[in-house]
């Protein structure tokens, strides 16, 4: 009962910072976005999650967070050789 109270209030809390995030950045950065706006993101962020669990179950939401993190595998990539880089540099100037 705990471990499904402490999921849920991870669920919620992500949920709700990724509305208030989305919402400060469609509303040209205003620190204060309306409520308004966060209301409509949190319905796409449900009627998303929605649709990816109707149309393949679980493995439909798994593909849809793979096939958009992909791509931030290559910035991983680049800042590590940029930090062995800079490392390298710095064992150097020693």
Do not use: C, H
Not at 29 to 55: C, D, H, R
Not at 67 to 91: D, G, Q
């Amino acid at each position: 009962m705990v471990a499904i109270l402490l999921i849920a209030t991870f669920f919620i809390t992500s949920a709700d910072s990724a509305t208030f995030v989305l919402g400060m950045q469609t509303s040209n950065g205003s620190l204060y976005p309306s409520n308004k706006i966060k209301f409509m993101w949190g319905i796409v962020q449900a009627a998303t999650a929605a649709v990816l669990l109707w149309s393949g179950e679980l493995q439909g939401l798994q593909t849809a967070a793979i096939i958009t993190a992909f791509p931030f595998a290559f910035i991983l990539i680049t800042m590590m050789f940029s930090m062995v880089k800079t490392l390298r540099e710095e064992l150097a100037s020693i």
